[in-house]
């Protein structure tokens, strides 16, 4: 099993341009989030889905568009991108069988806007 | 709301010394969950314990450990004879129980550098 896959690794984009962070996962998770990590800030919830169909606004939410059209993806749109935007994304899934599940996590994509 | 302090931005420590990092939360409920991840500097996030709130107990793997108390709110995390291997960020994290699809949040993390 592959867990969570995120693609690409690295993006450079120029302001305004658009773009979709992927994220995969094949564990059957109904909860699939995203996450931004920037220095000195943590891990800061963007969007999350707890299902397909479903999605929801985390703590940092402008900017960025979700869907869930499948339980396996949930896809990031940067609409027009900015430098503020420029942090390391994390897609994460969780098993809500489970109230204390743990979060699984993909191993980042790193964006750059210039 | 629920929040997540690490106070300890950055920490080090000469290798084998042991090592405290420092997690408090805040939230309403009476039933959460807590959660410790590390991040080395290859950059993935590893999941290391869970903690309910109902469980009190600590616990130790290995030269882990990790002391939960919610009279301080607080939920620690102990390194015994610290590795080098061990240099990493250190995120804790907290989880209401409304559902298993409450959102974690998450401290800003503790830089961890263990020097040989």
């Known amino acids: 099993n592959a867990g969570v896959t995120q693609t690409p690794k690295f993006q450079v984009l120029k302001t305004g341009q658009s773009m979709t962070l992927q994220c995969a996962q094949d564990?059957?998770?109904?909860?699939m989030s995203w996450y931004r990590q920037d220095p000195g800030m943590g891990l800061r919830l963007i969007h999350y889905?707890?299902?397909?169909?479903?999605?929801d606004q985390g703590e940092v939410p402008n900017g960025y568009n979700v869907s869930r059209s499948t339980t396996e993806d949930f896809p990031l749109r940067l609409l027009s991108a900015a430098p503020s935007q420029t942090s390391v994304y994390f897609c994460?899934?969780?098993?809500?069988?489970?109230?204390?599940?743990?979060?699984?996590f993909g191993n980042g994509t790193r964006l750059t806007v210039t | 709301a629920q929040k997540v302090t690490q106070a300890q931005t950055e920490i080090s420590v000469v290798e084998k010394e042991d090592v405290t990092l420092d997690c408090v939360y805040e939230?309403?409920?009476?039933?959460?969950?807590l959660f410790w991840y590390k991040q080395p500097p290859s950059g993935e996030l590893v999941f290391l314990i869970r903690?309910?709130?109902?469980?009190?107990q600590n616990e130790i793997s290995g030269r882990y450990s990790w002391n939960f108390q919610k009279s301080t709110s607080s939920f620690n995390f102990t390194i015994t004879a610290s590795q080098v291997v061990d240099s990493a960020v250190y995120f804790c994290?907290?989880?209401?129980?409304?559902?298993?699809?409450?959102?974690?949040?998450f401290g800003k993390g503790t830089r961890l550098s263990v020097i040989a």
């Open positions: 994460a899934t969780r098993d809500t069988g489970s109230y204390n599940s743990p979060l699984h």
């Open positions: 564990m059957n998770h109904e909860y």
């Open positions: 889905s707890v299902g397909a169909g479903i999605t």
């Open positions: 939230t309403r409920d009476t039933t959460y969950y």
């Open positions: 903690r309910n709130s109902f469980d009190e």
């Open positions: 994290a907290l989880s209401e129980a409304r559902s298993g699809n409450t959102p974690l949040v």
